[in-house]
């Protein structure tokens, strides 16, 4: 028999390793960190463009026509009435993509918060529209940091990230009752490979949805861009990043422009899709004069 002594070692030994057991389990069953949700959708950016990150600026003049073509993955679900993933009023975007359009109501003096996970280096795109008077938009980090003003009055906000954390998109109502429609996209930057002068991309949206590219050209280039889908529901809005110009609108249901660009700058090119999901294939091309 057993000593009352070892009895009582041979005890605190098996509560010891319980307790080391349970210890491991409740850290293998913790959530993602806020961190690497930003990294997961940064590597997603990636590999959805198979391209380094843009230097701002050409190297090197387009010397040969070339056509490469890039493909976005399918972005349709199962449910065509499906939203994004919203987990306490957290933006999470489907696997693959780099846009979110969320549905909702927003009533007076009860602004509606979003969150977002968003990496440095990436460019945000926020636009919120509405049936009514539309609400207007405030950013500000985690960290307390404002990155727009509601008292800006704006409904569309661009800008690049500086830091990876989360960001709290606020709509704040301008009437007593408003449905809105809140676009949230991070900019996927167009890069010819060398010696090229257009890229081709291929993907699907669904009703109401739009993907946003960012394309540097100089000025004097002659700009092409060119959308068809299958449906023929897609149409194209193009906009001056420095200018501001909105040089295709989004009524005008374009799906060709041409033009020869008056200033060197970033082109935000808009494919946008209408009242059904929209297979779509666009083709941008900078030419020198």
Same mark, same amino acid.
């Given at each position: 028999?057993?000593?009352?002594?070892?009895?009582?070692?041979?005890?605190?030994?098996?509560?010891?390793?319980?307790?080391?057991?349970?210890?491991?389990?409740?850290?293998?069953?913790?959530?993602?960190?806020?961190?690497?949700?930003? /990294?997961?959708?940064?590597?997603?950016?990636?590999? $959805?463009?198979?391209?380094?990150?843009?230097? *701002?600026?050409?190297?090197?003049?387009?010397? %040969?026509?070339?056509?490469?073509? %890039?493909?976005?993955?399918?972005?349709?679900?199962?449910?065509?009435?499906?939203?994004?993933?919203?987990?306490?009023?957290? $933006?999470?975007?489907?696997?693959? /993509?780099?846009?979110?359009?969320?549905?909702?109501?927003?009533? %007076?003096?009860?602004?509606?918060?979003?969150?977002?996970?968003?990496?440095? *280096?990436?460019?945000?795109?926020?636009?919120?529209?509405?049936?009514?008077?539309?609400?207007?938009?405030?950013?500000?980090?985690?960290?307390?940091?404002?990155?727009?003003?509601?008292?800006?009055?704006?409904?569309?906000?661009? /800008? /690049? $990230?500086?830091?990876?954390?989360?960001?709290?998109?606020?709509?704040?109502?301008?009437?007593?009752?408003?449905?809105?429609?809140?676009?949230?996209?991070?900019?996927?930057?167009?890069?010819?490979?060398? *010696?090229?002068?257009?890229?081709?991309?291929?993907?699907?949206?669904?009703?109401?949805?739009?993907?946003?590219?960012?394309?540097?050209?100089?000025?004097?280039?002659?700009?092409?861009?060119?959308?068809?889908?299958?449906?023929?529901?897609?149409?194209?809005?193009? $906009?001056?990043?420095?200018?501001?110009?909105?040089?295709?609108?989004?009524?005008?249901?374009?799906?060709?422009?041409?033009?020869?660009?008056? %200033?060197?700058?970033?082109?935000?090119?808009?494919?946008?899709?209408?009242?059904?999901?929209?297979?779509?294939?666009?083709?941008?091309?900078?030419?020198?004069?």
């Amino acid at each position: 028999m057993k000593s009352p002594q070892l009895q009582r070692f041979l005890f605190l030994s098996f509560a010891l390793c319980l307790g080391l057991v349970s210890c491991n389990l409740n850290t293998a069953l913790q959530s993602p960190t806020p961190n690497q949700v930003a /990294t997961s959708v940064h590597e997603t950016t990636a590999a $959805i463009l198979s391209q380094p990150a843009p230097n *701002g600026l050409p190297t090197d003049s387009p010397t %040969e026509e070339m056509s490469p073509t %890039e493909t976005l993955p399918p972005t349709i679900p199962s449910d065509p009435t499906a939203t994004p993933v919203i987990e306490d009023s957290r $933006i999470l975007f489907d696997p693959g /993509t780099t846009f979110a359009t969320v549905r909702g109501e927003v009533r %007076e003096n009860e602004p509606k918060d979003y969150i977002l996970q968003v990496s440095k *280096g990436q460019m945000l795109s926020l636009l919120v529209e509405s049936d009514g008077k539309t609400p207007v938009l405030a950013v500000s980090g985690a960290d307390g940091k404002v990155l727009l003003s509601g008292s800006s009055g704006y409904v569309w906000f661009v /800008t /690049t $990230i500086q830091k990876t954390q989360d960001y709290i998109v606020t709509l704040l109502p301008a009437d007593k009752l408003a449905n809105y429609i809140l676009h949230v996209s991070t900019l996927i930057d167009v890069e010819f490979d060398a *010696g090229a002068t257009s890229k081709t991309f291929q993907g699907i949206i669904e009703p109401d949805d739009m993907v946003e590219f960012r394309a540097y050209a100089l000025k004097g280039q002659l700009a092409r861009v060119t959308l068809s889908s299958v449906s023929g529901q897609a149409s194209l809005q193009i $906009i001056g990043l420095n200018d501001l110009f909105n040089y295709v609108e989004r009524k005008s249901g374009a799906t060709y422009w041409e033009a020869t660009l008056p %200033e060197s700058q970033n082109y935000l090119i808009k494919v946008l899709a209408n009242k059904q999901p929209t297979e779509f294939t666009l083709k941008i091309e900078f030419l020198n004069p």
